[in-house]
Each structure stands twice: as C-alpha cells, then as structure tokens.
C-alpha cells in the first residue's frame, strides 16, 4: 500500500508540473502575441507612411454662421455667411443669365420674356403652364455661347508654354504635341424632332438635307485644319487605285 500511495503520489505531482509547464507556455504565447500586436499598431504604418507631421497653424474658415440665423441677426432666418454672401447654384445660375449663357441647359428669363429660342419648351393647357418641353428640347446652344464657340475656334491654341512645347516636339520628333481646343458643332437651332440620316452620319450627297433641314454650323472645325490640303477630292481617286494595284504585279500583264 505505502509503495502504491507513493507512486500515487509522484504521478500525481509530476501530472500537476506538466499542467503548470502547459499554462506557463499559453500565458507566454499570449503576451508575445499582444507585444506583437502592439508593436505592429505602433510602427508598421510609419514604415509606409512615414512619421506623423507637425500640424500647421490653423486657417480661419468663412462659412455658415448658424449662430447668427438663430439671433436673427438680419431679421430673418435666412442662411447667413461669414463672407457676408453665399454663391448657390441659384446665384451661379444669375451669374451664367448675367453673361447671357444659359445653366443646365434651360433657357434664361430674358429669352424666356422675349421669346428667344424657346420655340416648343413652354407647354400650356388651359390657365395652366409648365416647361415640359424642356426635358425633350433643352440644349445649352444660345446666341452668347455660339459667339464662344467661334472665338474658340478662330484663336487656335493661345497657351504660350504649349506654343513653345510645341516647337520643340516638331524639331524633335516630326509633329507637334498639343492642339487647339475641340469645339462641339451643335448649335441649337435645329427645328425638327429628331436629325435626319444626313445629319447622324454627316454624308449628303444629293444634298437632300444640307441646307434643307440641316444647316452646320460656322464656328469651323480647329481639330481637322491640320488635314486640310492634304487628301485629293474623292479621297482616293480610280487612277491612284490603278497605279497601286499596278505597283503590286510582278508582270506586266
């Protein structure tokens, strides 16, 4: 019994130092993952971002002043700003309408009031008007911005670094970097519901529509100035066609 109770005994505390051992590697494996952890929120980002920089002096803000709508610092609740005045897009829209250009696409009130270019937009029935006509016809195309358009097109390119960046690439690679600015060939005063085949695809040869019921623009067209002079009339002429055929035998025959 006593030789039995002894090795009892030893098992049993031997059972117990494994168990500490097992806890005591857990714990450690526990607190190196946390070091790590730390250790990774600490410096891994400033190995890709680097250290954090020094903040600046604060800049004042000019913005809304919430404080001064709710004392009614004006007499009204309306919106008040540090600047003493606030550009919206109804402001921007005033803006556009004070240059004579039109914003989203709508008529400005002055056309509306005379007339002008808004043929089809106001709808009416009865005692009762809405801009329907808009949604299906609205374009942005009016007197003022056709003017633009043509002095677009007629300056070319006016940038002075681009004029000389320009020089360059001709003297060193044979042609030259930028161009003028493209101008869009709309021009808003097209009468029908939908564009003709002419019109979409730009070929009229029995001039059923050029002139008719389609009429280009005149602003010119600055990105094809560069090609012209340069292709015969018909493009590719039946003579050219025969001498390159001809240039391709190895017999004549």
Known sequence: KNTCSLKHCWYRSMELQMQERRQGAHARGVLTMVLIATASVLY??????????????????????????LERKDGTFDLQTQDGYWLGEKGFERTQAAQGLRYRMRPTPQEYKEGIGVDNLMWQIGPFKW???EAFGGTSNNKALRELKRKIASAGLTDPAQIAENEYWVQRYG???????????????????????????????????????????????????????????????????????????????
């Open 44 to 69: 891994l980002p400033q190995t890709f971002v680097g250290s954090k920089t020094p903040a600046g002096p604060n800049v004042a803000r000019q913005g809304y002043r919430f404080d001064w709508m």
């Open 175 to 253: 042609h030259e970097r930028w161009g003028p600015q493209y101008v869009d060939q709309t021009s808003g005063e097209a009468k029908t519901f939908l564009r003709g085949l002419a019109a979409w695809s730009g070929l009229d040869p029995k001039k059923e529509e050029r002139g008719v019921t389609w009429f280009e623009p005149d602003y010119g067209k600055p990105w094809l100035q560069k090609y012209i002079g340069t292709k015969e009339k018909g493009f590719v002429s039946p003579d050219q066609v025969k001498k390159e055929y001809d240039t391709g035998k190895l017999l004549d025959k």
């Open 131 to 133: 801009k329907a006509g």
